[in-house]
């Protein structure tokens, strides 16, 4: 299978506080993408990484991407309630996703 | 203004019956996805047309049948509905097969219920 792995699977936190989360893959990539998606909502883009970058920042997303471990990361600093929601990678030409890992923030 | 839009957005329906969920971007996108996520939240791939042309069909069961008029629209039609086709069916679309154009555009979903 060319699925790939997402840790932890859930994620509770106070609001302030950081999320990390975490994205294996198999396969080879020119690039990889993180997404949310709300609760009985779509999937909404936050961010892409390049094969060749390590590290992108989009306010208060940062990811990171190591291709000799085939991982990348994904961090929410200062998190609030509204960050509420189940967070995917995504990679590969077919653009397939991973498990996802689902973050509660709690006021 | 939606850019994707898929309906219905809620489907329920007996073992056997035949479905169709329709697909709809206003975007320009040249390549659209059907993608099914299950109970577990866990999305995987079904299909994706490229200008109305099949590119990805991952091993679904031909039960599935998708269809692509123009380059603006994917419809996914099943036969003889089964409990495990019970998920929401997401489409998705993107401007090209072009590599540093893959972000995906999603629809809402559609919630299909085999009773």
């Known amino acids: 299978s060319q699925q790939g792995e997402e840790d932890p699977q859930a994620l509770s936190i106070q609001e302030g506080e950081n999320a990390t989360m975490n994205c294996s893959y198999k396969?080879?990539?020119?690039?990889l993408q993180w997404y949310r998606q709300n609760s009985g909502r779509g999937l909404v883009h936050l961010i892409l990484?390049?094969?060749?970058?390590r590290e992108k920042h989009s306010g208060r997303l940062r990811v990171t991407l190591d291709t000799s471990k085939k991982s990348s990361s994904l961090l929410i600093t200062a998190s609030r309630a509204a960050d509420t929601a189940s967070y995917f990678c995504?990679?590969?030409?077919?653009?397939?996703f991973g498990a996802g890992t689902q973050v509660v923030v709690t006021p | 203004d939606t850019a994707v839009s898929q309906t219905p957005k809620y489907l329920v329906t007996q073992m056997g019956n035949d479905k169709s969920i329709k697909c709809e971007q206003n975007?320009?996108?040249?390549?659209m996805y059907w993608y099914k996520q299950d109970s577990k939240k866990f999305l995987k791939i079904m299909f994706s047309?490229?200008?109305?042309?099949?590119?990805i069909n991952e091993t679904v069961p031909n039960r599935f049948s998708p269809k692509s008029p123009d380059k603006a629209h994917l419809n996914l039609h099943i036969n003889s509905l089964e409990l495990g086709d019970s998920a929401v069916y997401f489409c998705?679309?993107?401007?090209?097969?072009?590599?540093?154009?893959?972000?995906?555009?999603f629809g809402a979903g559609s919630r299909l219920t085999v009773l």
């Open positions: 998705a679309s993107r401007l090209s097969l072009v590599s540093g154009a893959n972000v995906l555009t």
């Open positions: 396969t080879s990539i020119n690039n």
């Open positions: 990484i390049r094969s060749n970058e």
């Open positions: 995504a990679y590969g030409r077919k653009l397939q």
């Open positions: 975007l320009g996108h040249d390549t």
């Open positions: 047309y490229n200008n109305k042309e099949l590119i």
